[in-house]
């Protein structure tokens, strides 16, 4: 009896303490909770914040991009402005007369009569540096020219590159030594012509620099303009130099001597169709076909026989 009454106030006992437990511990949860909900509650507010930062920046960029578009824009109608007043007081500007114009219109940029590479501009100085006392014959610090080959356009007021302009019946260059910067003006520069080589009256693609004679310079054309210059690479295959030859670099075994008598392929008239020894080299040969000449390189390990005119294991190249 003793014995149960204890078990039951053992028991009481228990759940006395649990209750008194969890009453304690229901604040620290609810505050657990408030912390949880203040956290996430934070974060949104961060973000919030973030965007808010983003978005502020890319209007402030947008305004300043649209304040120099508008800006362009006033300095371009100014220009404009100027040159119908210039128009209707029956002015044409010219090298002999850009100087006094260019006083009373400051702003004025505007195509010379005659050349579609050259204009003027009242705003400033040229930015034409020369290379010689003949530079002292440029007739005004207010026309300038542009950079081959690039012309200029009456539509933007500045230099573009000639497949976007109409030059009309203005003078377009072709060569850049038709411009004036590129022209040889003292005694000790480079011939333009050299630096500069001429594609003029030449269809589009790869060709030999003419002032450079059977060299492995070459020239990129494209309608009739030099679009770059460059040396042939050397052919690893063959370890022969390479030259321009028919749109192409090619290594000098592959060159026809009648081509230029520096080319090492010989020709193949009066030879009946076959395979012939290259007096230089054992390793490659020239193949004769309907009179026309290919050359050939034996494969690895080999050599051209001249008794079996073909490529060998061991064979014997006289």
Not at 180 to 195: A, E, I, K, L, Y
Request: aromatic fraction near 12%.
């Amino acid at each position: 009896m003793d014995n149960l009454r204890l078990l039951s106030a053992s028991t009481v006992l228990f759940f006395q303490i649990l209750l008194l437990t969890k009453i304690r511990s229901q604040p620290l949860m609810d505050n657990v909770d408030q912390q949880r909900s203040n956290f996430h509650t934070d974060m949104k507010i961060d973000k919030m914040k973030t965007l808010l930062n983003d978005f502020e920046d890319r209007l402030e960029k947008m305004t300043l991009q649209l304040k120099t578009v508008q800006a362009n824009k006033d300095s371009l109608y100014g220009k404009y402005d100027d040159l119908m007043r210039m128009y209707s007081t029956g002015e044409t500007p010219e090298d002999e007369t850009i100087d006094t114009i260019c006083s009373r219109h400051p702003e004025l940029i505007m195509q010379t009569s005659n050349d579609c590479h050259t204009y003027y501009n009242c705003s400033g100085d040229t930015v034409l540096f020369g290379r010689g006392p003949m530079y002292n014959v440029w007739p005004s610090k207010y026309k300038h020219e542009c950079h081959y080959p690039l012309v200029f356009s009456t539509e933007t007021l500045q230099c573009e590159n000639y497949t976007d302009v109409d030059c009309g019946s203005r003078f377009l260059p072709t060569w850049a030594c038709l411009y004036f910067r590129n022209q040889c003006m003292g005694s000790h520069c480079t011939p333009c012509d050299v630096t500069f080589p001429n594609c003029e009256n030449k269809s589009d693609g790869l060709w030999p620099q003419p002032s450079k004679g059977f060299s492995p310079w070459y020239m990129i054309c494209e309608n009739n303009r030099t679009l770059r210059t460059g040396q042939c690479p050397n052919d690893e295959e063959w370890s022969a130099t390479s030259f321009p030859y028919n749109g192409e670099c090619v290594h000098i075994f592959a060159i026809p001597s009648d081509y230029d008598s520096n080319g090492l392929l010989p020709s193949c008239k009066g030879k009946v169709d076959g395979n012939y020894q290259y007096k230089e080299r054992c390793d490659a040969f020239y193949k004769c076909e309907n009179g026309m000449a290919s050359a050939i390189k034996c494969p690895q390990n080999t050599i051209f026989d001249s008794v079996k005119r073909s490529c060998e294991v061991g064979g014997m190249c006289s």
